[in-house]
């Protein structure tokens, strides 16, 4: 056996979403602080991420996180999150695979019946609180970066959807919030294309005519996610299905989408702190989130979310590239 480069991984699933944490085979990658260090490497190494996620050794909803040393001393581990849309500055799924991979590799000191990780994000701190029972990850409680919202009740020009209402709000990532009523489609994965189709429709729109920037985080300024609200959704339980650049949707109930999703319901006064808030996925699988705190960013009112889940691990691997391969960053179909 000849490689060219060999990565190995610990994956995982966060309620039906993959997370391929990486562990080995990348080195410390440049950077003085987190998000440095997911700019440089969407600069210079993005084809390790094109190694990883496309196929044949992804699949076009792949999803990763690549360990680092912690750039503060107040945090355990470093993580760059990496998906087929690009490199994200916070991942909810992401990070509560993240914990439950450390605990179950015991790359953390495990602490029954809670181990607590500190996390260095390119989004900034967040805390991971892992309920453990003999030595297994059961779930995750992450406290996430504060969430706030961009625009309350804007209006869109969309080709050939006319002029679609939506909200935008971040919560780690920009997620563009639009009832499924209001461009006339059902909550039903029978017709996920045209839900998709859709949403890669807004996402463009927004991105062309209106992006947004984030006031504290260099190299956030898009919107790659829209989070299509069924009916009959509200503070208490809320239905959706999240669509994603390039075109593919999340399989988990999203934890920075559950973040923003708070956020608004915050803004809008129907969601207060300390209050249980359950968000579903397109295939029924639900984190449960609540609102902690109030802050501000960047003069912004704000909020600190907690999202709560869990994940499982599914294999551990070592992934290679043959010389002769003639997919050395895979391919998407």
Not at 100 to 126: F, Q
Not at 133 to 144: F, K, P, Q
Not at 158 to 173: E, H, I, K, R, T
Request: proline share 7%; charged share 20%.
């Amino acid at each position: 056996m000849k490689s060219s480069r060999m990565i190995s991984a610990v994956d995982s699933h966060t309620e039906g979403m993959p997370t391929r944490v990486v562990t080995g085979g990348v080195g410390v990658i440049p950077g003085a602080t987190m998000n440095e260090k997911r700019l440089h490497f969407m600069e210079h190494l993005d084809d390790l991420r094109l190694f990883l996620m496309n196929e044949p050794r992804g699949h076009a909803a792949m999803s990763g996180a690549i360990l680092q040393p912690s750039t503060r001393a107040d945090c355990d581990w470093g993580v760059v999150y990496i998906e087929v849309s690009g490199c994200l500055p916070m991942c909810g799924h992401g990070t509560i695979g993240v914990a439950t991979v450390l605990v179950e590799t015991g790359m953390v000191e495990v602490v029954e019946p809670v181990t607590t990780i500190r996390l260095d994000t390119p989004a900034g701190l967040v805390i991971a609180r892992v309920d453990v029972s003999d030595g297994h990850a059961d779930r995750v409680t992450i406290e996430n970066v504060p969430s706030y919202v961009d625009r309350l009740d804007a209006t869109i020009e969309v080709p050939g959807l006319g002029a679609v209402p939506y909200s935008l709000a971040f919560g780690g990532n920009f997620y563009a919030m639009v009832d499924l009523d209001d461009v006339g489609l059902p909550f039903d994965r029978d017709r996920q294309q045209d839900i998709l189709d859709a949403g890669l429709r807004i996402m463009a729109a927004i991105n062309e005519q209106a992006p947004p920037v984030h006031p504290e985080i260099a190299g956030l300024d898009h919107c790659h996610h829209v989070e299509f609200i069924a009916p009959g959704s509200d503070a208490v339980l809320s239905r959706h299905a999240m669509a994603i650049f390039p075109g593919w949707f999340d399989r988990s109930p999203c934890g920075t989408g559950t973040s923003a999703r708070m956020a608004e319901l915050w803004a809008r006064g129907e969601l207060p702190l300390d209050q249980d808030f359950v968000n579903e996925s397109f295939i029924g699988s639900r984190f449960t989130g609540r609102l902690i705190a109030e802050t501000t960013v960047a003069g912004r009112s704000a909020v600190i979310p907690t999202i709560s889940g869990r994940a499982w691990v599914t294999g551990i691997g070592s992934y290679l590239l043959d010389p002769a391969d003639p997919f050395p960053t895979g391919f998407q179909f």
